[in-house]
């Protein structure tokens, strides 16, 4: 079946634009999860949604980062003002509810900012 | 999440078995060892999980110190296609997200 799928796969910006990056989950699974890895740095987590809500918001990084999820399905991460930190890959991963631990990961979207 | 210390790089030949090793001294009894793999230019992906028991599946297999304390990820014989970062997690629940440390890169040799 298809699996995460992530959009774009890569985003050049400017420093100051906002930037949107949308997930689509795999079909069913009810939870939602947002990393991002910066070069030479390791994953980190961002937000985390069950169903449309977003219980954990803890790892977005700054009030310029804010996520949406509408209909327990598709995911989109807003960047808004972006600067050159932000410059990264953005990995999005979903698990089924009640299911096996597993969380399943897209392919992430890779942000420059310039 | 208790901390899980790892070696930065293993290397090995191809078609050998590869043991990656896990500390985690501080686990507590409701820790769950999760392993995830990253490859080149890719998400991670899930490689296998336990609890206690040694565990075995289709990637790889698990075993797991009698105290817990540690644990070792092994390829029973590598590929190219298996070069990656390997991360050891501990997790409580399902619901947490994954807290990835650095983890161990592995290289395999042809």
């Known amino acids: 079946g298809a699996g995460v799928s992530q959009s774009p796969s890569n985003k050049v910006t400017e420093k100051g634009k906002d930037v949107e990056l949308r997930c689509d989950p795999i079909?069913?699974?009810?939870?939602l999860y947002w990393y991002r890895q910066s070069l030479g740095q390791g994953l980190e987590f961002l937000i985390y949604?069950?169903?449309?809500?977003?219980?954990?918001k803890s790892g977005l990084p700054s009030d310029r980062f804010s996520a949406e999820r509408t209909g327990g399905s598709v995911s989109t991460l807003t960047i808004q003002r972006t600067q050159q930190e932000d410059s990264a890959v953005y990995l999005c991963?979903?698990?089924?509810?009640?299911?096996?631990?597993?969380?399943?990961f897209g392919p992430g979207t890779r942000l420059l900012v310039l | 999440d208790a901390k899980t210390t790892q070696p930065n790089s293993m290397e090995s030949n191809e078609e050998e078995p590869v043991h990656l090793p896990c500390n985690h001294s501080?686990?507590?009894?409701?820790?769950?060892i999760h392993w995830y793999r990253q490859l080149p230019s890719q998400g991670p992906e899930y490689v296998i999980h336990?609890?206690?028991s040694n565990v075995n599946n289709r990637m790889a297999s698990l075993a797991i110190a009698e105290d817990r304390k540690s644990s070792t990820l092994i390829l029973h014989r590598a590929t190219l296609r298996d070069a990656a970062v390997y991360y050891c997690?501990?997790?409580?629940?399902?619901?947490?997200?994954?807290?990835f440390g650095k983890g161990t890169r592995l290289s395999v040799i042809a």
């Open positions: 991963a979903s698990r089924q509810w009640g299911g096996l631990q597993t969380q399943y």
């Open positions: 079909s069913g699974h009810t939870a």
């Open positions: 949604f069950q169903g449309n809500s977003a219980p954990d």
């Open positions: 501080t686990i507590s009894g409701t820790d769950y």
């Open positions: 336990g609890l206690t």
């Open positions: 997690i501990l997790r409580i629940s399902g619901n947490t997200p994954l807290v």
